[in-house]
């Protein structure tokens, strides 16, 4: 009886006396092709997340952002948490793999409460964590964020040494000066609080302050740095000369001590961009979202090309960091949150504040079928109005639900018994993705 072979699960049947025709030299040459192929085909599925010390193609950011969470201290273990308490890490783990989420934004940050960086359990903590997650996708990428406030906690902060030689100055035996991060003409000072302000990044203590919290982040395995309002934090620095000069600094670092030598940069650019004679200082742009209110619908909202100061339509393209050139840069929206306003529940379609309140708020007080339509809505209508666009899910955010309501975390993740304040849009946020 003639035995026969299929080959790979095709319905051709290939018989010994084929075999013999093409000889043991065939053979060879066939297997080698074979697993050729087999290596390509996963390689092909993983190049979609591949970037290194040149930069990373625009398909690539892309796959990156359209995957993009927010999921704000995820790295920040407690009682370090600057927001609210955050004890459902193992949850979360397992939430990060079963979305495939792949870009977790806010992830660590300081707000005020700096001191926290003298306690080596605040970064040995978040260097856990992420490689936890490492282990599970090494393609995952943190997010850090260095925002526009500095408080008179620094003065506690010792400088490291590596801090003056990646600005190539002198090292001094000294701590931060809060009063040099400041601008010389008192705007923006005590802008948050009496003794928090917003830096002035033509201020060289200003500039220190930033390399050192890119350093130390880079250094946990975080691999984006969002930037904040880089508006404010540039209040005296004409065409960016300052941003450039700090930036430039911050990616030469990276490319040494980052997990793939590149560092991801963006910030909330409210006039388009950061673009210096054709060039993006930055790698993706950022904004909320600018949620419009149906004053006629209770709670109800859309998004809306030119309500306000929206950015849908408005990213400025050029020459990327990474060398490829786009008319438009690539950029997230995201639910942002300020906190309430004193109308909690009225509409003030001539604010930021939807119905009262700041977007992630308002968003976690709607019942969960508005959630997950909404959820769906916006996905769709940002992919349909300005395909640069990528809407950040809100998997973790702080909610300010004012009537002496205590500040909260709110969850994305499944609702189960042992974790009822989970808002059930996990496996809506997946199929989103995967529609």
Same mark, same amino acid.
């Given at each position: 009886m003639e035995k026969? $072979?299929? $080959?790979? !699960? &095709?319905? *051709? =049947? =290939?018989t010994l006396d084929r075999f013999r025709q093409i000889g043991v030299e065939g053979i060879t040459c066939l297997y080698i092709l074979v697993v050729m192929c087999s290596n390509c085909s996963g390689n092909d599925q993983k190049s979609g997340y591949i970037f290194d010390g040149t930069g990373i193609s625009r398909k690539n950011l892309e796959n990156y952002l359209d995957r993009a969470v927010t999921m704000t201290e995820f790295l920040t273990v407690d009682p370090f948490c600057n927001d609210a308490t955050y004890p459902d890490k193992e949850r979360d783990i397992k939430l990060i793999q079963n979305m495939g989420a792949k870009f977790i934004g806010r992830s660590i940050y300081r707000w005020g409460d700096e001191e926290a960086l003298n306690d080596p359990d605040f @970064? *040995?903590?978040?260097?856990?964590? /992420? /490689?936890?997650?490492?282990k599970n996708d090494p393609d995952v990428i943190f997010q850090a964020a260095l925002f526009e406030a500095v408080s008179v906690g620094v003065n506690n902060i010792r400088i490291p040494e590596w801090v003056f030689a990646e600005l190539g100055m002198s090292a001094?035996?000294?701590?931060?000066?809060? %009063? %040099?991060?400041?601008?010389? +003409? !008192? &705007?923006?000072v005590g802008f948050w609080d009496e003794k928090t302000s917003v830096p002035d990044i033509t201020r060289t203590e200003t500039q220190l302050w930033f390399m050192f919290l890119a350093g130390c982040y880079i250094n946990i395995g975080c691999e984006a740095l969002h930037l904040g309002q880089i508006a404010l934090i540039g209040m005296e620095d004409r065409n960016y000369e300052h941003?450039?000069? #700090? @930036? *430039? &600094? =911050?990616? +030469?670092? /990276? !490319? &040494?001590?980052?997990?793939? +030598? $590149? #560092?991801l940069l963006d910030a909330h650019t409210p006039f388009g961009g950061m673009v210096v004679d054709g060039?993006? @200082?930055?790698d993706f742009?950022?904004?909320?979202?600018? =949620?419009k209110e149906i004053p006629e619908k209770p709670q109800h909202c859309i998004l809306e090309k030119g309500y306000m100061d929206s950015f849908f339509g408005r990213s400025e393209g050029g020459m990327t960091p990474s060398g490829w050139y786009c008319e438009s840069l690539p950029y997230l929206v995201?639910? *942002?949150?300020?906190?309430v306003s004193d109308s909690p529940g009225q509409a003030t379609v001539d604010s930021h504040f939807v119905w009262g309140y700041d977007e992630i708020t308002w968003f976690c007080l709607q019942n969960e079928a508005y959630q997950k339509d909404w959820l769906r809505y916006a996905y769709n209508w940002i992919r349909e109005n300005d395909p640069n666009g990528f809407l950040q899910m809100p998997v973790c955010r702080i909610m300010v639900p004012g009537n002496g309501q205590p500040v909260r975390k709110c969850h994305a993740n499944t609702r189960t018994p042992d974790f009822p304040q989970g808002m059930n849009l996990e496996k809506t946020m997946k199929e989103i993705w995967l529609q």
């Open positions: 026969t $072979w299929r $080959w790979f !699960g &095709k319905k *051709d =049947i =290939i @970064l *040995d903590n978040a260097k856990i964590l /992420a /490689a936890r997650v490492h001094e035996q000294r701590n931060f000066r809060y %009063d %040099d991060m400041l601008n010389l +003409n !008192g &705007k923006f941003w450039t000069k #700090v @930036l *430039d &600094k =911050i990616r +030469n670092y /990276a !490319g &040494k001590h980052a997990r793939r +030598n $590149w #560092v060039k993006s @200082l930055l742009n950022s904004f909320p979202l600018r =949620i995201e639910f *942002d949150n300020f906190g």
